[in-house]
């Protein structure tokens, strides 16, 4: 499980196991995996496993909170060691323009694989609207 310990900073990130659901959680040995980073401590949505890779989606908060979605490739994960890389050098999904639903933020996403090898995907976004404030 990963969680951020930071509240509304969002700079660190902690991943835990557990047998059971319930617990007991340990933290991982390499924690916090992500120090004094905004830019890609925050979860943005559950680990992608496809095709042997797994993805860590997410928040950039670097300005604001969840500006956009960046994607992480985990390259090893087990008891003793935890390492990531950009999946992407873009961000996966941003703010738009002016006429979008998500003119302002983008902070979640959930990807599914459909079943012609298409792909879906759940977002979570925010739209500026009269009184509200950056």
């Avoid at 995996?33 to 797994?54: E, S």
């Avoid at 935890?82 to 323009?97: C, D, L, M, N």
């Avoid at 090898?117 to 404030?133: E, S």
Wanted: glycine share 12%; proline share 6%; hydrophobic share 35%.
């Amino acid at each position: 499980m990963f969680a951020c310990d930071t509240p509304f900073k969002h700079r660190s990130l902690r991943l835990f196991h557990g047998r059971h659901l319930e617990g007991p959680w340990v933290e991982h040995h390499r924690g916090p995996i992500v120090q004094d980073n905004a830019r890609i401590a925050r979860p943005a949505g559950r680990v992608l496993a496809f095709d042997g890779r797994l993805i860590r989606f997410a928040q950039d908060c670097s300005t604001r909170y969840g500006r956009q979605v960046r994607a992480f490739e985990i390259t090893r994960l087990d008891q003793e060691n935890y390492s990531e890389g950009p999946a992407s050098v873009k961000p996966i999904i941003g703010p738009g323009t002016k006429g979008y639903w998500r003119t302002s933020r983008m902070h979640h996403i959930d990807v599914h694989a459909g079943p012609s090898g298409g792909w879906i995907a759940c977002v979570d976004g925010w739209t500026l609207h009269g009184n509200d404030v950056e």
